[in-house]
């Protein structure tokens, strides 16, 4: 999906995949430069090595339990039990879900 950035302008196109934002920069020599969003999900920084490690991840963990990678879309919800904001020790489920839900549960003791 590609969509200007607020200003309108040639550069800062986004590139979404799954829950991943993907920004082409404009490096002054007439050519585009990937960039990601950062840890924090506030900014952006250069290259796209933390969003490909991101799904490396996610994909072997998902091979080494037998399960499907299935990646989460922006538009789908999340369940996140109390205690999770907190810090408090939690455990991932994954759960068929309909479309709208992303099938994830982080659960607390509490």
């Not at 991943?20 to 430069?33: C, H, P, T």
């Not at 879309?73 to 904001?85: D, L």
């Amino acid at each position: 999906m590609w969509r200007l950035d607020e200003q309108g302008g040639q550069a800062g196109r986004y590139i979404t995949y799954h829950s991943w934002v993907l920004k082409l920069v404009e490096n002054g020599r007439g050519l585009y430069e990937m960039w990601e969003v950062d840890s924090s999900g506030d900014e952006f920084q250069s290259g796209v090595e933390r969003s490909i490690e991101l799904i490396n991840e996610q994909q072997d963990i998902c091979l080494k339990f037998n399960a499907t990678p299935l990646f989460p879309t922006f538009g789908q919800k999340i369940v996140i039990s109390k205690g999770v904001y907190e810090g408090l020790s939690l455990e991932a489920i994954r759960y068929p879900s309909p479309n709208h839900m992303c099938g994830r549960w982080l659960i607390t003791d509490e």
